[in-house]
């Protein structure tokens, strides 16, 4: 079986919330009025591993674990661990803000995991603080140097916003040639009842490029079956690492969208940009109810899955595309 919706996408990528904490308080993630989860309303691992089953049941090949911040959950290396015995062929990916990680990195290494996604919109002490609310930039960077140093491939996200990082440009452009990762710039999306987004912070995926070519001669990389991804690649002459841009806003990408979402608290949501969602701890949690249920859930939810840049279009001035935060969904 494959979870196929009504406009024929079919799903094989599913992205999973481990928690909702996180250690640092992203100024476009976390709303001052933010409240955690209560922990019993947390899905609990073994839960989490059993999702996971159904996920590869229904020919879901790759899974993405995130938060909040994920190493901040006690146990979640026995976690990885867990699902790593029991998916060998599943392509494991973690996105991660990086400030705790390198005391993992071995562990990552011998599990097999390769590949991780590190959040950093800055590379100025300063800015990184005035952000995030900590001073934990260079925490972050010996991350990504152990990582690397590790042969563990690096995608490094930046939140693209104008008055607060679209100075830093050469800077992160003459990181990306000294270091071999992914360098990739995210449009800054309206997301939350409370967002911080508006018409003037908004740095568009075409500005960036525009911007880009004034510091290094960039060649696009064409998109191949292996790189679905939602990043257009570029590469940079004469630089160890590529530059990427990541337009949900101005270019949406949702007729290719394979993915579903599960919450942290166990609520599964197909589109970003839909607060539409369907509960499955409920299931999880009832003797009565098996995996056929979950399954059912999953196969309706996704025949029902919307285009996000439609719910885009509905919203008006800066309000929230959506009513619920990023740190709630999990990205």
């Given at each position: 079986m494959?979870?196929?919706?009504k ?8 992205r999973?919330s ?10 476009y993630?976390v ?11 947390i899905?609990?691992?073994?839960e ?8 590869a049941?229904l020919n879901?090949s ?9 190493f901040?959950?006690?146990g979640?290396?026995?976690?990885v661990?867990s ?6 062929d599943?392509?494991?990916r973690?996105t991660?803000n ?8 071995p562990?990552?290494?011998r599990?097999?995991v390769?590949?991780l996604n ?8 300063e800015?990184?603080e005035?952000?995030?609310?900590c001073?934990y930039l260079?925490k972050v960077?010996?991350?990504i ?8 491939h ?6 693209a916003m104008k ?5 830093e440009?050469g ?12 360098f990739?710039f995210i ?6 009842q409370?967002t911080?987004w508006?018409?003037?912070s ?23 079956a292996?790189?679905r ?26 007729a ?6 599960i919450?942290?608290d ?6 970003l940009?839909?607060d539409?969602?369907y509960?499955?701890r409920?299931?999880?949690r009832n003797?009565?109810l ?31 595309v959506?009513?619920?935060q ?6």
């Amino acid at each position: 079986m494959t979870l196929i919706d009504k406009l024929g996408r079919s799903v094989s990528y599913l992205r999973l919330s481990v928690t909702d904490r996180c250690n640092l308080r992203c100024s476009y993630c976390v709303t001052k009025d933010f409240k955690y989860t209560p922990h019993p309303n947390i899905l609990r691992y073994e839960e989490m591993l059993q999702l996971i089953d159904i996920a590869a049941s229904l020919n879901v090949s790759k899974l993405r674990l995130t938060g909040g911040e994920p190493f901040v959950r006690l146990g979640f290396m026995d976690f990885v661990s867990s699902i790593v015995k029991s998916h060998e062929d599943m392509d494991l990916r973690i996105t991660t803000n990086g400030t705790v990680l390198e005391q993992y990195v071995p562990e990552l290494k011998r599990l097999g995991v390769s590949r991780l996604n590190i959040s950093l919109d800055t590379l100025n002490k300063e800015t990184f603080e005035s952000i995030t609310g900590c001073d934990y930039l260079e925490k972050v960077l010996s991350s990504i140097s152990a990582c690397l140093s590790a042969g563990i491939h690096i995608k490094i996200n930046a939140v693209a916003m104008k008055g607060v990082n679209d100075h830093e440009l050469g800077s992160f452009i003459e990181f990306a040639k000294e270091n071999p990762v992914d360098f990739r710039f995210i449009e800054f999306m309206p997301m939350g009842q409370d967002t911080r987004w508006t018409d003037e912070s908004f740095w568009g995926a075409d500005e960036i490029l525009e911007q880009s070519r004034q510091f290094a001669t960039l060649t696009p990389i064409k998109r191949t079956a292996e790189s679905r991804g939602p990043a257009q690649m570029f590469s940079i002459k004469g630089g160890k690492g590529k530059l990427g841009l990541i337009s949900p806003v101005s270019s949406h990408f949702c007729a290719t969208c394979n993915r579903l979402r599960i919450t942290s608290d166990g609520n599964l949501r197909t589109c970003l940009f839909s607060d539409k969602s369907y509960r499955l701890r409920e299931i999880l949690r009832n003797p009565k109810l098996s995996d056929k249920h979950i399954l059912q859930v999953l196969a309706n939810a996704t025949k029902d899955k919307p285009l996000g840049n439609n719910i885009l279009q509905t919203r008006t001035g800066s309000e929230g595309v959506c009513g619920t935060q990023m740190s709630a969904i999990g990205g």
